[in-house]
T-cell receptor
Framework: GQSLEQPSEVTAVEGAIVQINCTYQ??????LSWYQQHDGGAPTFLSY????GLEETGRFSSFLSRSDSYGYLLLQELQMKDSASYFC????????????FGKGTRLSVIA | DSGVTQTPKHLITATGQRVTLRCSPR?????VYWYQQSLDQGLQFLIQ???????AKGNILERFSAQQFPDLHSELNLSSLELGDSALYFC?????????????FGQGTRLTVV
């Protein structure tokens, strides 16, 4: 099966940088994804890492270390609108493994 | 707009009843996933279909069932409803079930069991 661990809550100051960590266990591995969900909204895709290293998309970056079964999402120049829940998700490599999500990290950006 | 349509947006029903949630995936997406999200909880994977066939199953209760039709829309049937079934139910779709990349989520159906 697949399981993911991420912190339940993080608080950071507007304009700062925050890192949300995710460790995972999966039989086989197809990649680590990150999703953002605002209260009452639908999850939306942020980034995906299939290979080790850093992927950058604007203010957001995501990192993966497959040997450590670990990844993180880095949010820079935090804005109030970044207050949301962030989920890491993983898919195993065998044919019938679903996209499984962690429990999510609630990010609160304060002034 | 993700392109994934879920209906209804809200549903209030009594315990013991049965409801059907509907999902139309993005045009061209063959894979549909259903997730349950309870208050302050993560996204619990229920079931996945690909091109009409069940592909993967999560911790879906026996009272719940789903199917994907030839036109690729999917329905999630919840029966003998209990108070604890109150949750947001999301449908997501992707092009390739074996892709680790983007899944597109609908806006969800908020089910309230009273």
């Amino acid at each position: 099966g697949q399981s993911l661990e991420q912190p339940s809550e993080v608080t950071a100051v507007e304009g700062a940088i925050v890192q949300i960590n995710c460790t995972y266990q999966t039989s086989g591995f197809y990649g680590l994804s990150w999703y953002q969900q605002h209260d009452g909204g639908a999850p939306t895709f942020l980034s995906y890492n299939a290979l080790d290293g850093l992927e950058e998309t604007g203010r957001f970056s995501s990192f993966l270390s497959r040997s450590d079964s670990y990844g993180y999402l880095l949010l820079q120049e935090l804005q109030m609108k970044d207050s949301a829940s962030y989920f890491c998700a993983v898919r195993g490599a065998s044919g019938n493994t679903p996209l499984v999500f962690g429990k999510g990290t609630r990010l609160s950006v304060i002034a | 707009d993700s392109g994934v349509t879920q209906t209804p947006k809200h549903l209030i029903t009594a315990t013991g009843q049965r409801v059907t949630l509907r999902c139309s995936p993005r045009s061209g997406d063959l894979s549909v996933y259903w997730y349950q999200q309870s208050l302050d909880q993560g996204l619990q994977f229920l079931i996945q279909y690909y091109n009409g066939e069940e592909r993967a199953k999560g911790n879906i209760l026996e009272r719940f069932s789903a199917q994907q039709f030839p036109d690729l829309h999917s329905e999630l049937n919840l029966s003998s409803l209990e108070l604890g079934d109150s949750a947001l139910y999301f449908c997501a779709s992707s092009v390739d079930p074996n892709s680790g990349t983007e899944a597109f989520f609908g806006q969800g159906t908020r089910l309230t069991v009273v």
